[in-house]
Antibody, heavy 119, light 108 residues
Framework: QVQLVQSGAEVKKPGASVKVSCKASGYTFTTYGITWVRQAPGQGLEWMGWISDYNGNTRYAQNFQGRVTMTTDTSTSTAYMELRSLRSDDTAMYYC????????????WGQGTLVTVSS | EIVMTQSPATLSVSPGERATLSCRASQSVSSNLAWYQQKPGQAPRLLMYDASTRATGIPARFSGSGSGTEFTLTIGSLQSEDFAVYYCQQYNNWPPYTFGQGTKLDIK
């Protein structure tokens, strides 16, 4: 079955960077894109961007342009999301997600990675 | 960017009754709308896409309707496991895909 397993919780200082991983299994990795969504504590969902695991093409939300980089490693079926210049308002649960096909809505989700930004 | 607005913010309904949740888009998204359910400590779960198509494994008591800018998620005969937060998401225009702020469905 399709599984997305994310890396563990992180605590970072303001100005630092964080890199979250999302290891996929149960399907051919280079078939569907991976989307990243975040959720601040007690808040709603925010789409961050998408990466094609076929050719590495990316699309980012304007809010994160210049601070986020999404990559994949096809040899390990792992997607990565790096966020730089962290601020306190980047404290959130970060999710990777995938659709059943190449659709812009998501059936499969990772368990989430809590990133806490605090001095 | 398309802004999605959900109402009400909180809806209190008794088990066995029907719940109606609304989602409005700031401009037409055609039928390119999904609904998700999220329970505390869990990732979102896809319920509906294309405004009215249930995702795999979603019970028939969940139904969606609407197009353009006005959408509704109806949950008939609420079960205890249905009390959660519900989000709508448009995928007509990107980037970015955008979500509503959520409706919390709680037990009356």
């Amino acid at each position: 079955q399709v599984q997305l397993v994310q890396s563990g919780a992180e605590v970072k200082k303001p100005g630092a960077s964080v890199k979250v991983s999302c290891k996929a299994s149960g399907y051919t990795f280079t078939t569907y894109g991976i989307t990243w969504v975040r959720q601040a504590p007690g808040q709603g969902l925010e789409w961050m961007g998408w990466i094609s695991d076929y050719n590495g093409n990316t699309r980012y939300a304007q809010n994160f342009q210049g601070r986020v980089t999404m990559t994949t490693d096809t040899s390990t079926s792992t997607a990565y999301m790096e966020l730089r210049s962290l601020r306190s308002d980047d404290t959130a649960m970060y999710y990777c997600a995938r659709s059943r096909g190449n659709f812009p809505f998501w059936n499969y989700w990772g368990q989430g990675t809590l990133v806490t930004v605090s001095s | 960017e398309i802004v999605m607005t959900q109402s009400p913010a909180t809806l209190s309904v008794s088990p066995g009754e029907r719940a109606t949740l609304s989602c409005r888009a700031s401009q037409s998204v055609s039928s390119n709308l999904a609904w998700y359910q999220q329970k505390p400590g869990q990732a979102p779960r896809l319920l509906m896409y294309d405004a009215s198509t249930r995702a795999t494994g979603i019970p028939a008591r969940f139904s969606g309707s609407g197009s353009g800018t006005e959408f509704t998620l109806t949950i008939g005969s609420l079960q205890s496991e249905d009390f959660a937060v519900y989000y709508c998401q448009q995928y007509n225009n990107w980037p970015p895909y955008t979500f509503g702020q959520g409706t919390k469905l709680d037990i009356k």
